[in-house]
């Protein structure tokens, strides 16, 4: 394992909003993260690094309730407000339980980040911006 959880927590220490956060895949790409998978429900987190060994980081927050109701454009709506700065971390997850987002996968190599329903269907994919 080429990273530690205490690695990518110091680093997500820095980021204040959405904003912030291509900068921030970068510092974790650098410490050897490949992809992660976030839970909504809970914040926990996998990360992966190119030798497909894991961490997880555990529960963030208190759990959310996922929606059986996916609200895409609601989401949409909610994730770009999210991205130009307008809501912290712990609000998006909230938006996305609310509009029936799972979690997301991020692929630092193709620099993409999927969300996911509650049955594993992608349901949109953005490129990280650099």
């Known amino acids: ?52 060994e894991t961490a997880q980081s555990g529960r963030k927050y208190d759990p959310f309730t996922i929606s059986e109701n996916l609200n895409l454009e609601q989401f949409k709506t909610r994730l770009k407000l999210h991205q130009q700065g307008g809501t912290d971390y712990i609000t998006f997850c909230s938006d996305c339980a609310e509009n029936g987002v799972e979690g997301w996968r991020m692929d630092l190599n193709e620099m993409t980040c999927t969300y996911f329903d509650r049955q594993g269907n992608e349901i949109l994919v953005e490129q990280i911006p650099d």
């Open 1 to 52: 394992m080429k990273f530690t959880i205490e690695q990518i927590k110091a680093e997500h220490q820095k980021v204040k909003s959405g904003a912030d956060f291509p900068k921030y895949i970068q510092a974790i790409k650098s410490l050897g993260v490949s992809d992660y998978t976030v839970s909504v429900a809970d914040g926990n987190t996998q990360y992966f690094d190119t030798e497909n």
